[in-house]
């Protein structure tokens, strides 16, 4: 079983939009969970770390469910810009483990 | 501050040449990490490092060797090349790991024919 499952998509969305993205992971000693985006060819960067109690950056809304062990990501008022793929990573001891990435295009 | 450095951006190799991916980093960080990334795979962990001295096997490293010298540079060496060594790979690095987010390089695009 992989450690970090993700919807794959392709989630193709009008602008303004909310859309959400889920990821499931298996090793409940897990520590820390982080989005990030990685546009097409280019290198990973952080979207934003996960918290237990939920956390909000603008548009973007993350909440954690350590029971079900469950991240999910959701965006409000969809841009071209957010065209992208999402990439759910979770922290396990001394390894971070990656989701296949959900893509997602914004539709004018 | 550059960040994470990786050398080269592209290369083609024959199967069993043998070359070396360069990774620095000026952040100071402990923790470094090579990962490769495949079409329907996602990223995967090849080999990391919590500090100077010392290296670990992540969930592919048959095929790729690692040294950690100094706090700044963690190269990774493909021995013998194979076809199924065709990947990007990326180096990333964090201040340690755990809660600290990891800052990744540019990528590395390696063909092996």
């Known amino acids: 079983r992989k450690e970090v499952e993700q919807d794959p998509g392709p989630f193709n969305v009008p602008e303004g939009a909310t859309v959400a993205f889920n990821c499931t992971y298996s090793?409940?000693?897990?520590?820390?969970f982080f989005w990030y985006r990685q546009d097409c060819r280019k290198e990973p960067k952080l979207l934003m770390s996960?918290?237990?109690s939920g956390n909000e950056d603008g548009r973007f809304t993350a909440q954690l469910n350590r029971a079900s062990q469950y991240i999910s990501l959701l965006i409000r008022d969809s841009k071209l810009s957010d065209s992208a793929t999402y990439l759910c990573?979770?922290?396990?001891?001394?390894?971070?483990?990656f989701g296949t990435g959900t893509s997602l295009t914004v539709i004018p | 501050n550059a960040g994470v450095t990786q050398t080269p951006k592209f290369q083609v190799l024959k199967t069993g040449q043998s070359m070396t991916l360069q990774c620095a980093q000026d952040?100071?960080?402990?923790?470094m990490s090579w990962y490769r990334q495949d079409p329907g795979m996602g990223l995967r962990l090849i080999h990391y490092?919590?500090?100077?001295?010392?290296?670990d096997q992540g969930e592919v490293p048959n095929g790729y060797n690692v040294s950690r010298s100094t706090t700044e540079d963690f190269p990774l060496r493909l021995l013998s090349a194979a076809p199924s060594q065709t990947s990007v790979y990326f180096c990333?690095?964090?201040?340690?790991?755990?809660?600290?987010?990891?800052?990744f390089g540019a990528g590395s695009r390696l063909t092996v024919l």
């Open positions: 990333a690095s964090s201040q340690a790991s755990g809660a600290n987010v990891l800052t």
């Open positions: 952040m100071n960080h402990e923790y």
């Open positions: 990573v979770v922290n396990t001891g001394n390894q971070f483990y």
């Open positions: 490092s919590v500090g100077a001295g010392i290296t």
């Open positions: 996960v918290y237990s």
């Open positions: 090793n409940s000693a897990s520590q820390s």
